[in-house]
């Protein structure tokens, strides 16, 4: 036995002497510069089909970009879709000016300074460009506050620390304060014990990045060079955002069409070495059904891969349900899998707009998600967030939002919201021919149909005041029920329009859609997607439009310098 493992080292070693020999043999009638001309070629071709397979969108994707990218470089093509289009977009530039309602544009500064007088009128007059009665409980999610005098205590915390900027904890030692006092305030509120840490942001969209970046970051260490994110196929556009900027893979998982849950079997079946998080909503955006955050806590525990909740939207509502008399599945700290939440104080914590918190489970995650540059001539300059200098009069007025609602405010509010939404709920599953998709758990109720198409709905709606949110896949709108639509009779007129409405759409159901809910439909049947991103390019374009217009009284509207 102790010759055996010489003797056959010793074979081995023939073997390749007598491969090589063979492999010469076999080359020896070939001119070198072929040799090397073929290995050079044969090793690029390798290395660029490995490179070519191995990026953050899969080759059937790509390959699809590729021909429809040149199919529109075809003259012809491309003047038909200018021509569908530019109008399209016009039509949307004309709509935003025309709600100025021919206030023309300063474009330039003005020559004097205005005085506290001219200010407070000419705000006064963009005040009054508005027309939807946000108070009347018509506009889904957007404004979550107002009811409770939140704002008004905000605006004056603000304007007490206007001036403060977190970036120097040094010279403004009180919002530094009360940022950590938010972020535990938070941690505690999600079950999390003094290991807990995280950050205040911006809005859940930089909670998102901030999340997606640190789990990057925690993927490289470990070696992955191409980091994917795990999520359900109704995740919120941030970790597409979020996998555009940092160079990631977002892959979706199917949801289940009754449940609107994610498909758990087939999320286990997509883990695979690259995967850096795994993550889950409470509740997702699109249709307020939570997904199964303890299920999907274990497979994080199995596969050693963190588990991200997105609770940006519901953070403030799921995690007093139960308190508030509504039973609901853990989904935060007190799930070990769990490693990271996000929750938006902007929504239903009640605060001003441009706050959102992300917490996690220790500070091993929160460091991977800081910048810090050591070697610039400007001196050490380190970041928690991606700003650098913040508003510190935002953290102010959040901490105050949430010191004056406290515990039995934010209980008593999760308790009025779940049970008109709950009632809204009920009331439209008695309508025929609409359907309310899944089973909203939360604040958000979404409507679709079977028998025509539910757009003409939403269209019909908008004509009578409401502004309530179109999705797609599968074509539906939702309601965000917020503390406007907790007030006596808001469901009740609104279902009673509803059912009006849809006894005029059931006269011809096959009936099309028209106006702006048609271009939304058709959006969904474009197999190029690069057309609907041309046309809300067109749409963001318009949001910084400052060109004159034709008025109803026949002159052009000057820009004012």
Request: hydrophobic share 40%; net charge positive.
């Amino acid at each position: 036995m102790a010759d055996f493992f010489p003797l056959s080292i010793k074979a081995g070693l023939q073997y390749l002497v007598s491969f090589k020999d063979a492999v010469n043999a076999k080359c020896s009638d070939i001119e070198p510069w072929k040799l090397i001309v073929c290995s050079a070629g044969g090793t690029f071709l390798v290395v660029s089909l490995w490179d070519f397979t191995h990026q953050r969108e899969s080759v059937s994707t790509r390959a699809k970009k590729l021909f429809f990218r040149n199919l529109k470089r075809i003259p012809y093509v491309r003047r038909k879709i200018d021509s569908e289009l530019g109008p399209c977009v016009q039509t949307m530039e004309h709509s935003m000016l025309e709600a100025n309602k021919g206030m023309p544009f300063y474009t330039a500064l003005p020559e004097k300074g205005m005085t506290r007088e001219e200010l407070m009128k000419t705000i006064d007059c963009y005040k009054s460009l508005g027309t939807i009665q946000i108070t009347k409980g018509v506009v889904s999610g957007a404004v979550y506050a107002g009811i409770s005098n939140t704002m008004e205590i905000a605006g004056q915390i603000y304007a007490k620390f206007a001036e403060a900027n977190p970036l120097h904890p040094d010279v403004f030692p009180d919002t530094r304060k009360m940022e950590a006092e938010v972020v535990r305030m938070v941690c505690t509120m999600f079950n999390g014990g003094p290991e807990t840490c995280g950050t205040v942001t911006s809005g859940g969209t930089e909670s998102l990045l901030l999340a997606c970046l640190a789990y990057r970051s925690l993927a490289y260490e470990r070696g992955i060079k191409y980091p994917e994110i795990l999520a359900p196929t109704t995740v919120h556009a941030g970790f597409d955002k979020a996998a555009y900027y940092f160079n990631m893979k977002l892959v979706h998982v199917p949801i289940d069409p009754d449940t609107m849950k994610v498909d758990l079997k087939k999320m286990q079946r997509a883990i695979n070495r690259n995967t850096c998080v795994l993550v889950g909503s409470a509740p997702p955006f699109p249709h307020g059904c939570i997904d199964p955050i303890k299920e999907i806590s274990q497979l994080g525990l199995k596969y050693g891969i963190p588990v991200h909740v997105d609770a940006c939207l519901g953070g403030f509502l799921v995690a007093f349900m139960k308190k508030a008399g509504f039973p609901v599945a853990p989904f935060d700290f007190a799930l070990e899998g769990v490693t990271s939440i996000s929750a938006d104080t902007h929504k239903y914590g009640y605060a001003s707009k441009g706050t959102s918190v992300l917490v996690y489970k220790n500070k091993m995650y929160r460091r991977a998600q800081f910048f810090c540059l050591s070697d610039w001539p400007g001196g050490i300059y380190a970041t928690p967030t991606l700003a650098g200098s913040r508003a510190g009069g935002l953290i102010a007025a959040c901490w105050a939002s949430m010191m004056a609602v406290g515990e039995d405010g934010y209980i008593e509010w999760t308790r009025k919201i779940i049970t008109t939404s709950r009632k809204l709920q009920a009331e439209l599953r008695k309508i025929d021919a609409i359907k309310v998709l899944g089973h909203p758990e939360v604040s958000v109720v979404a409507i679709g149909s079977d028998r025509f198409a539910i757009y003409r709905l939403w269209n019909a709606l908008n004509d009578r005041g409401y502004n309530l949110n179109m999705l797609q896949f599968p074509s539906s709108f939702h309601i965000c029920v917020t503390q406007h639509w907790t007030q006596e009779g808001a469901v009740e007129r609104l279902i009673s329009i509803i059912k009006e409405c849809v006894m005029e759409i059931m006269k011809d159901p096959k009936k099309e859609v028209d106006g702006v809910a048609a271009l939304y439909g058709a959006a969904q049947a474009i197999p190029d997607r690069s057309l609907v991103k041309e046309v809300t390019d067109g749409f963001l374009e318009a949001c910084y439009s400052t060109s004159s217009m034709p008025l109803d009284n026949g002159y052009l509207a000057p820009a004012k310098t």
